[in-house]
């Protein structure tokens, strides 16, 4: 659970995108505790599913657009 306090602490930050690890953090968080998969996810967000697995194994990172809608899709997730 630090990892998702350390998330949760960069909401604030501007530079949410900047903070790569954190997508990571919150992807990994919402397969875990969810009954979506990395399939299903990667369309919600609107991208490959091969590049989002690369960005669960942190080789790539999803855009400003992007790293917000899944900043949107966890709150949305935690709010249920």
Sequence with gaps: MGCLAE?????????????????KYLIEFILFFS???????AELLEVNLLFLSQVVSGKYYLNEDRALKLLKWFLIFIGE
């Design 7 to 23: 998330v949760l602490g960069s909401f604030s930050d501007v530079n949410f995108k900047c903070k790569k690890e954190n997508q």
């Design 35 to 41: 009954n979506y998969d990395l399939k299903s996810l």
